[in-house]
């Protein structure tokens, strides 16, 4: 039985400072509306906690609950959770102005790659000197480079302008 709360999320015990509480037992029966201090008896018989669970609720619902095993088992579930995320990273593929096909070709295989893997691909055109001038030839070298890559993308962000790059996202496809 903890006397001082570690966990900042969840008053429990002595921190609680109103009259009257709501609490429902360890085996999920409600008890109703009782004084403070008689849950907390309640809850130091049976050498479990009163921890708040619903604190806006008027009068507040307590729970009476091993906090510790509380704790690890949302922790556990957290962890499970993270299990199951699937983490997509951005990989980028950098283009110059003055590529040529079967660079282009290479590059769009390493891109389909990526895709492949469930990773988004930013494809950068990069215009060194007067090329920036030429911006079309961005737009002709993005395209060409999306045929090659068959139909295993969504393009996120179309090609745009940033400086003096050409920016464009793809994703993988959900099938």
Not at 123 to 128: A, K, L
């Amino acid at each position: 039985m903890n006397v001082i709360s570690k966990n900042k999320d969840f008053m429990m015990n002595e921190e609680i400072r109103d009259k009257e509480v709501r609490v429902i037992n360890s085996d999920g029966e409600a008890l109703g509306v009782i004084s403070t201090k008689e849950a907390l008896e309640i809850a130091l018989q049976k050498e479990l906690d009163l921890v708040v669970v619903s604190p806006n609720a008027k009068p507040m619902v307590c729970k009476i609950m091993d906090f510790g095993k509380f704790v690890y088992e949302q922790q556990k579930k957290e962890k499970e959770a993270k299990k199951k995320q699937k983490i997509t990273t951005l990989k980028e593929i950098r283009l110059s102005a003055s590529i040529e096909d079967h660079d282009i070709e290479i590059k769009a295989n390493n891109a389909r790659k990526f895709l492949l893997d469930e990773d988004k691909v930013k494809v950068t055109v990069r215009f060194r000197g007067r090329e920036i001038e030429n911006s079309q030839v961005g737009h002709k070298i993005l395209n060409l480079f999306v045929e090659k890559l068959g139909d295993v993308y969504v393009i996120e962000k179309p090609a745009r302008q940033e400086g003096r790059n050409m920016i464009m996202i793809l994703a993988p496809k959900r099938a």
